[in-house]
């Protein structure tokens, strides 16, 4: 599977943030617009965790996935 280098530094920050996962306006504010993050996903490298942080309040945090681990690895 073939990364482009933006995807390579997405992924990398999507696997530095762990199990928190990161929020679409922190990606996009590092310059990773919705459609590359949607591709991600639809590709199986990442995945869209929703989570309700206050009682009316629902987040969306963007996570990698074992299959992105495992690209980003053989990506080097």
Known sequence: MTLSAD???????????ERNGVTQP???A???DASM?????GRGLAMIAHEKALASINVA???ITETGCA???AAG
């Open 30 to 32: 590092h310059g990773f």
């Open 71 to 73: 690209a980003l690895a």
């Open 26 to 28: 922190l990606l996009a």
């Open 7 to 17: 995807k390579r530094c997405a992924l990398a920050m999507l696997a530095s943030a």
């Open 37 to 41: 993050i949607a591709e991600l996903v």
């Open 61 to 63: 945090h963007v996570r």
